[in-house]
């Protein structure tokens, strides 16, 4: 059996122990000595290691086998670079028929699954948080973002050494970009339904770079680099993604594209093909260069442009008093 169908068919596996994980609750439910919940009135229950200041919750130290329980809407959970680490079988945070939630600065580690993203969640954000080591022993994953989740981001985070970094399942509109997804055994990112947008990742050593089941998807500029498959569309569900963006702004870099550039565009000469129905007509001669802070970037620009403005403000404001006493 050729290996993307071997690992396909791990996946698939994977796939179904995930819906019969859902199905049945009481497996998934941890005892609630292990559970810290963040309570529809603002109150946090199960800890003392994380302080509220109005709709921001920071931790102030590492919390050890206990899984989080968000259940309020509008609020940021802020790591503050602390550690979030699981016994290998308990999940990590739960974001279940929630908006706009942000989980940032925290290393999430060692947890059968880590961030769950569930139900009616819209507008919820992942970002600049460090991911590893989730989902070995029970095929779980770094981030799983699944039945109706929308809308969400997953930006900015470094996803290393999951079974799946990150896993979508029919789910649609939400945004993975400018993260590093390396070294994960089953696949780095893993869709199964939904139509989502994949760009300006590191996509490196993983088992699979993308596998796509089914949906629509929009995957460019983004590295794929050394993984055992680079990308993978499950030939039954006839699914059609968008693998470039046209040209001149171009699609992916592929490390094993063996193309021309002869006109010297940057751009290979001839499409990269996965199958009859997905190519990268544009396929990227060299790299992406993806910040490795991405967020800091608008606020350079405010504050560049503040200067400016501040500058020209003050030469106007000169002028006048300079002519007054020149007569």
């Given at each position: 059996?050729p290996?993307?169908?071997?690992?396909?068919a791990?996946?698939?596996?994977?796939?179904?122990?995930?819906s019969?994980?859902?199905?049945?609750p009481?497996?998934?439910?941890?005892?609630?000595?292990?559970?810290?919940?963040?309570?529809?009135?603002?109150?946090v229950?199960?800890?003392?290691?994380?302080?509220?200041?109005?709709?921001?919750?920071?931790?102030?130290?590492?919390?050890?086998?206990?899984?989080?329980?968000?259940?309020?809407?509008?609020?940021?959970?802020?790591?503050?670079?602390?550690?979030?680490?699981?016994?290998?079988?308990?999940?990590?945070?739960w974001?279940?028929?929630?908006?706009?939630?942000?989980?940032?600065?925290?290393?999430?580690?060692?947890f059968?699954?880590?961030?769950?993203?569930?139900?009616?969640?819209?507008?919820?954000?992942?970002?600049?948080?460090?991911?590893?080591?989730?989902?070995?022993?029970?095929?779980?994953?770094?981030?799983?973002?699944?039945?109706?989740?929308?809308?969400?981001?997953?930006?900015?985070?470094?996803?290393?050494?999951?079974?799946?970094?990150?896993?979508?399942?029919?789910?649609?509109?939400?945004l993975?970009?400018?993260?590093?997804?390396?070294?994960?055994?089953?696949?780095?990112?893993?869709?199964?339904?939904?139509s989502?947008?994949?760009?300006r990742?590191?996509?490196?050593?993983?088992g699979v770079?993308?596998?796509?089941?089914?949906?629509?998807?929009?995957?460019?500029?983004?590295?794929?680099?050394?993984?055992t498959?680079?990308?993978?569309?499950?030939e039954a569900?006839?699914?059609?993604?968008?693998?470039d963006?046209?040209?001149?702004?171009?699609?992916?870099?592929?490390?094993?594209?063996?193309?021309?550039?002869?006109?010297?565009?940057?751009?290979?000469?001839t499409?990269?093909?996965?199958?009859?129905?997905?190519?990268?007509?544009?396929?990227?001669?060299?790299p992406t260069i993806i910040?490795?802070?991405?967020?800091?970037?608008?606020?350079?620009?405010?504050?560049?442009?503040?200067?400016?403005?501040?500058?020209?403000?003050?030469?106007?404001l000169?002028?006048?008093?300079?002519?007054?006493?020149?007569?």
């Amino acid at each position: 059996m050729p290996i993307v169908e071997k690992r396909r068919a791990v996946l698939i596996l994977m796939l179904i122990l995930c819906s019969v994980l859902v199905a049945l609750p009481n497996i998934l439910t941890v005892r609630a000595s292990e559970t810290i919940y963040i309570r529809a009135d603002g109150t946090v229950e199960g800890t003392d290691k994380i302080q509220r200041d109005g709709n921001v919750y920071t931790f102030t130290d590492n919390i050890v086998n206990q899984s989080i329980v968000v259940e309020k809407d509008n609020i940021v959970v802020d790591g503050a670079g602390y550690t979030l680490e699981g016994d290998g079988t308990i999940e990590s945070i739960w974001l279940e028929n929630r908006c706009n939630v942000t989980i940032k600065n925290m290393q999430i580690t060692h947890f059968g699954a880590g961030i769950k993203i569930m139900g009616t969640c819209k507008n919820n954000t992942i970002i600049g948080n460090n991911i590893t080591d989730n989902g070995h022993e029970t095929y779980g994953n770094g981030i799983w973002v699944s039945f109706g989740a929308s809308n969400n981001t997953i930006s900015g985070n470094n996803i290393t050494n999951n079974y799946v970094g990150i896993f979508v399942y029919m789910g649609g509109g939400n945004l993975i970009s400018e993260n590093y997804i390396t070294s994960n055994w089953g696949a780095g990112v893993w869709i199964a339904g939904g139509s989502n947008r994949i760009m300006r990742n590191d996509i490196i050593n993983n088992g699979v770079g993308v596998s796509v089941d089914i949906g629509e998807n929009i995957i460019y500029h983004n590295n794929f680099v050394n993984n055992t498959v680079q990308a993978a569309v499950n030939e039954a569900s006839s699914a059609v993604n968008i693998w470039d963006d046209g040209y001149p702004s171009g699609g992916n870099y592929w490390n094993n594209y063996n193309g021309t550039d002869n006109d010297g565009d940057g751009i290979g000469d001839t499409p990269y093909i996965l199958n009859e129905n997905n190519q990268d007509n544009h396929p990227l001669m060299e790299p992406t260069i993806i910040p490795e802070f991405p967020s800091w970037t608008p606020l350079l620009v405010m504050l560049f442009s503040f200067t400016v403005i501040a500058v020209i403000y003050r030469r106007t404001l000169h002028k006048p008093n300079h002519r007054r006493r020149m007569k």
